[in-house]
């Protein structure tokens, strides 16, 4: 898969577990965001990494915590989730200054339990 | 009130079919106007974007914007089965030279085209 590479595709944690998703971008993009798609809602902005620094944060709760390595990797942290955490977690990447330029990543499905 | 409204459907039109899809906005300081389209197991891939008012076309698809009413709107023209997906329209006031090119999605709608 090229583009924005997301893994695991499904994950189904408990909530005493800890697990990481995984995001690549193979797209020289210089921004990376995190966005939680929930049925009949709108997609949710969590986090926004631009030129490897953190420049949005949506009031997500602590048992999430994004870390960015580098330009071209994202990872979402999680820990001690909720049931109503579940969702499909979508990776996107960008060029910092263009709005029209996302490609987003096929999610992954989390379910807790 | 919410920044975009989308009507979610489902909507299910016969191969063939004009298909509206349409969204309202709050914010006037949008200028950039996208619409995606996302299948089942896969993330949104961007269909059209069309900068401050105006239409756009690409093949069976064209995107209208008419800013002083504040509405969106893509039509498809002899849908295909393989149009099935959710659309979602997105908006941005960005215009560079700001950290990040923000967007503001609308719910989506689920729409279906049958044989």
């Known amino acids: 898969e090229t583009g924005v590479t997301q893994t695991p595709r499904h994950l189904v944690m408990g909530m005493t577990n800890k697990k990481s998703l995984k995001c690549e971008q193979h797209l020289g993009h210089n921004a990376m965001y995190w966005y939680k798609q929930s049925a009949k809602k709108p997609l949710e902005l969590m986090f926004v990494y631009s030129l490897e620094e953190r420049v949005e944060n949506n009031s997500v709760p602590s048992r999430f915590s994004p870390e960015c390595p580098n330009s071209s990797h994202l990872f979402l942290h999680l820990h001690t989730l909720q049931p109503e955490d579940s969702a499909l977690y979508l990776c996107a990447s960008s060029f910092r200054d263009s709005p029209m330029g996302y490609t987003f990543g096929s999610g992954t499905r989390l379910t807790v339990v | 009130q919410k920044e975009v409204e989308q009507d979610p459907g489902p909507l299910s039109v016969p191969e063939g079919a004009i298909v509206s899809l349409n969204c309202t906005y709050s914010?006037?300081?949008?200028?950039?106007f996208m619409w995606y389209r996302q299948y089942s197991r896969k993330g949104p891939e961007l269909l059209m974007y069309?900068?401050?008012?105006g239409n756009k076309e690409d093949g069976r698809f064209t995107a209208q914007v008419d800013k002083s009413s504040k509405y969106i709107s893509l039509f498809i023209r002899d849908s295909q089965p393989s149009d099935s997906a959710t659309y979602l329209c997105a908006m941005s006031s960005n215009a560079g030279g700001t950290s990040y090119g923000k967007l503001t999605f609308g719910q989506g709608t689920i729409l279906t085209v049958h044989p």
């Open positions: 069309t900068y401050s008012s």
């Open positions: 914010n006037s300081a949008f200028q950039y």
